[in-house]
């Protein structure tokens, strides 16, 4: 039972456009939503994060819009840059449990010159 | 910042043996994580403790066992490694975050091959 679904597998995008990621969950007792970015080599970093108490996150170029009834969240990507190419998971968690992460499968987004 | 370091980048094992894989945190967290993962398969917890002494089975438990002996180090243990567990196996570690919940942090990994 996969709790997490994450879409796209694969995305390319031309540099200053928009990615954009979608993942879906079941359980509403998750109350933890991240993203985190992953580099060749390296373990993945949080990126940006957000409480289902509020409907949209933004940090610079990254944005998470959060839809409690739909138990939908996307990252959006503004102006994508070369730099942005990397594996993108998604993540969801409750409190209890030591507050353990049950990931999406992961995007890997390529971004061209 | 907090760091999580993972004692070995490669291991290269043969089916059968006894492996060990160590993870250390710096940041007196409480909570600390192993995670396997393979492509288009995300990250799949194995294992995670909650204090010293205290574990519980993540959802692919299955082969592997855990110890933690002091709050800053958490073990994987390998009791008899096969071909079906060569993975990237990745560790991390999470503070209690004050009440609220608080993001993972992750080691660099260890890429495991198991001949």
């Not at chain 1, 993945?44 to 509020?54: E, Q, T």
């Not at chain 2, 060990?20 to 995300?42: A, K, T």
């Not at chain 2, 403790?49 to 110890?67: F, L, R």
């Not at chain 2, 609220?100 to 001949?115: A, E, I, K, M, Q």
Request: charged share 20%.
């Amino acid at each position: 039972q996969q709790q997490v679904k994450q879409s796209p597998q694969s995305l390319i995008v031309q540099k200053g456009g928009i990615s954009i990621i979608n993942c879906a969950y079941e359980n509403t007792a998750f109350d933890y939503f991240p993203w985190y970015q992953q580099f060749p080599g390296k373990g993945p970093a949080l990126l940006i994060a957000i409480r289902p108490d509020v409907s949209e996150k933004k940090e610079g170029r990254f944005t998470i819009s959060f839809n409690k009834s739909a138990k939908q969240f996307s990252l959006h990507i503004m102006d994508s840059q070369p730099g942005d190419s990397a594996t993108y998971f998604c993540a969801a968690s409750t409190f209890t449990n030591a507050g353990k992460s049950t990931f999406g499968d992961g995007t890997t987004l390529t971004v061209k010159p | 910042d907090v760091k999580v370091t993972q004692s070995s980048r490669y291991l290269v094992k043969r089916t059968g043996e006894k492996v060990f894989l160590e993870c250390v945190q710096d940041m007196d967290h409480e909570n600390m994580f192993w995670y396997r993962q393979d492509p288009g398969l995300g990250l799949r917890l194995i294992y995670f403790s909650y204090d010293v002494k205290m574990k519980e089975k993540g959802d692919i438990p299955e082969g592997y066992s855990v110890s933690r002996e002091k709050k800053e180090r958490f073990s994987l243990i390998l009791e008899s490694a096969s071909t079906n567990q060569t993975s990237m196996y990745l560790c991390a570690s999470r503070g209690q975050g004050g009440g609220y919940n608080s993001p993972l942090h992750f080691g660099n990994g260890t890429r495991l091959t198991v001949t």
